[in-house]
Nanobody, 118 residues
Framework: VQLQASGGGLVQPGGSLRLSCAASGIMFAFYDMAWYRQAPGKQRELVADITTIHRTNYGVSVKGRFTISRDNAKNTVYLQMNNLKPEDTAVYYC?????????????WGQGTQVTVSS
């Protein structure tokens, strides 16, 4: 199983970035997908998630600025980040979860750095 995150980088406040997470080795359409982030010295927090039926949920701090989407044909989940703020600086991680009656399958990507600074 591999979750390959990409698209991070350095951006000025007010700018935009689009993160991608390409999954392999899983039946992607059966997984709820999510983006988490972790800033230095802080706990990992949920940024956004999207279910198998494309229902979305956002963290309070990003609601209205970030949009999560998925393309099951490409086994990829995206995070469009607009109006970025310095406090969005963090390592962003992709997560895939499948909850079954007898087990929970939970996978993480390697993370991609997002830095918002002038």
């Amino acid at each position: 199983v591999q979750l390959q995150a990409s698209g991070g980088g350095l951006v000025q406040p007010g700018g935009s970035l689009r993160l991608s997470c390409a999954a392999s080795g899983i039946m992607f359409a059966f997984y709820d997908m999510a983006w988490y982030r972790q800033a230095p010295g802080k706990q990992r927090e949920l940024v956004a998630d999207i279910t198998t039926i494309h229902r979305t949920n956002y963290g309070v701090s990003v609601k209205g600025r970030f949009t999560i989407s998925r393309d099951n044909a490409k086994n990829t989940v995206y995070l469009q980040m607009n109006n970025l703020k310095p406090e969005d600086t963090a390592v962003y991680y992709c997560n895939a979860v499948r909850r079954m009656s007898t087990a929970v399958l939970d996978y993480w990507g390697q993370g991609t750095q997002v830095t918002v600074s002038s």
